[in-house]
């Protein structure tokens, strides 16, 4: 049965590309997402309300162009066969009674696969998608799950809609410098996640920024760097009305200011006779297309008086920004060894969770938050204890698919790097043992701790890389000793997590070559 979904704005387009590459036709029965699974919408319940069908069918689309195919199959089937074809399903609404119902009636062993549920349905939330009953999210809050065997998704720290772990959060920012210096992401793209991530503000927030709300301050100490930040569901309050000023570091203001120089350039070729005061009026995140329908600096006043935010992102242009991110996104969670699934929303809990750990709650949290009081901190706060376990303690299954992003970049010799002539590309461990070449410029002098977390960088097959990992674990239980933070103590896991990688990458390698012999 065919229905519908042109009144829905997120549908433009029949044909999605999954997140392995293949394309599907949105309005077909059967959608690949790689080379062998299949979901077969022929399969699902007749009797589905067509919002939910719709709801559903958009938020699945979505799942497979930004996560990997086996967890969106796994969405897929575990909403199918615990939901909609449970005796609870009437054929309406998905409602808070039917949730609990089904809570009810899972044994414990099941109930994860509920949890796995809650993910689909959080994410169908904040997509805005049709099909739920009103004050949904809030039962979903509330309902405690066991998690299963690998304690991966347990209470309000789901692995692909909750906050991110301090591990989680460092291959973030890793894989987007690196995908950026690469030219996997646009300058926009980095600086959309960029600001998302460090500010932790809401979309319609980041959406209103103007080129006049970056700032740099010079005082006794040095310089500063500040943004406004329009603030967002003041009842009654016009656009930009009122802002909050932060303070941001150089890299994201750099971010920032050549994003700005950036789109100075693409605005020039509409408005050519821009002045630097009214450069000062353009959004940061701005929409070209509405640029296109002026020629003149008098017509971007009048635009500027009558509708403030016309030339500004629209949501619509901003959700793409971060869609694309988490399609290209090939950073690995520790707890799921899958991909890490990137949306504003996590990144916003994120940024709650971690003023947590430092001891800031109540009114104090509010404003760094930029709520109007503290009644919806509950949401990002209610469990703020780590799920996964030190991240050496259980690496096997994460590790497995991480190695297979070094197998292609390992060397067996010096020769075999792309700058192997260069001396200077040599990357040694602390005693002075080479261990791999910088492949990238020669003018970085990060270190060996940062050049473990660089895509440009290449390992020596026969480096003694177990003997790196130990040092690095000596090196953690020191600084333990010495009585740093668990902040601190934890900032060694994404080391730890690569050497173990390239430490099974090196292993299967001379495995293979063995058999060859």
């Keep these: 049965m065919k229905h519908d979904y042109s009144d ?31 979901l077969n919408w022929d399969n699902v319940n007749q009797n589905i309300h067509p919002e939910v069908l719709k709801g559903f069918r958009l938020t699945i689309a979505r799942l497979a162009e930004e996560v990997s195919a086996s967890y969106t199959s796994n969405v897929w089937n575990y909403f199918r066969k615990y939901l909609l074809e449970t005796e609870f399903y009437n054929g309406g609404l998905i409602t808070s009674e039917l949730i609990l119902n089904i809570k009810a009636n899972l044994s414990k062993e099941d109930e994860y696969k ?93 959406r209103a920024l103007r080129v006049a709300d970056l700032k740099v301050k010079s005082d006794s100490k040095g310089l500063k760097y500040e943004l406004d930040i329009p603030r967002a569901k003041q009842r009654g309050g016009k656009f930009r009305e009122e802002s909050r000023s932060i303070c941001i570091s150089e890299d994201m203001y750099l971010v920032l200011k050549n994003l700005i120089e950036h789109n100075k350039k693409r605005v020039g070729k509409y408005v050519p006779d821009l002045t630097t005061e009214y450069s000062n009026e353009l959004p940061i995140f701005l929409n070209e297309n509405r640029f296109k329908e002026i020629n003149s600096l008098n017509q971007f006043k009048d635009k500027l008086k009558t ?61 760094l938050m930029d709520h109007s009081d503290t009644q919806q901190l509950k949401v990002y706060t209610a469990h703020t204890h780590e799920l996964a376990l030190r991240i050496f303690e259980h690496m096997n299954d994460p590790m497995t698919f991480l190695a297979t992003k070094f197998e292609g970049r390992l060397i067996e010799d010096e020769r075999e790097a792309r700058r192997g002539q260069d001396i200077t590309s040599r990357i040694y461990k602390g005693d002075n043992k080479q ?40 090196e953690v239980e020191q600084r333990h000793k010495e009585g740093a933070s668990e902040l ?11 050497v173990k990688a390239i430490l099974d990458a090196c292993d299967k390698r001379i495995k293979i070559e063995e058999i060859g012999a």
Excluded at 14 to 20: E, F, P
Excluded at 28 to 38: E, Y
Excluded at 440 to 466: E, H, I, R, T, V
């Design 488 to 498: 601190v103590i934890k900032s060694y896991d994404l080391q730890l997590s690569r």
């Design 8 to 38: 829905v704005a997120e549908f433009h387009l029949d044909t999605r590309v999954s997140k392995a590459g293949y394309g599907f036709n949105f309005l077909d029965s059967l959608w690949s997402l790689d080379n062998s699974l299949i």
């Design 307 to 367: 509708t403030p935010d016309y030339f500004h992102a629209t949501k619509n242009i901003v959700d793409e920004l971060s869609r694309s991110l988490s399609r290209k996104c090939d950073a690995i969670s520790e707890r799921t060894s899958d991909y890490i699934h990137f949306t504003p929303v996590r990144c916003r809990r994120t940024r709650a969770t971690n003023l947590v750990r430092h001891g800031i709650t109540g009114v104090q949290m509010a404003y």
């Design 435 to 474: 261990i791999g070449n910088c492949g990238g410029s020669p003018s970085c002098q990060a270190g060996m701790k940062a050049c473990l977390l660089c895509d440009q960088f290449q390992p020596l097959l026969y480096a003694p890389w177990d003997e790196l990992f130990l040092d690095l674990l000596e």
């Design 114 to 206: 509920l949890g796995t549920i809650r993910a689909l349905l959080r994410n169908w939330l904040s997509w805005n998608f049709s099909g739920l009953e009103q004050g949904i999210e809030e039962t979903l809050d509330k309902i405690v799950l066991k998690g299963n065997d690998k304690g991966k998704a347990v209470a309000h720290h789901c692995p692909h809609t909750g906050p991110y772990t301090l591990t989680e959060q460092q291959s973030l920012l890793v894989w987007a410098g690196n995908a950026f210096t690469c030219q996997l992401i646009s300058l926009e793209e980095f600086a959309w996640f960029y600001t998302i991530y460090s500010t932790a503000r809401r979309s319609s927030q980041i």
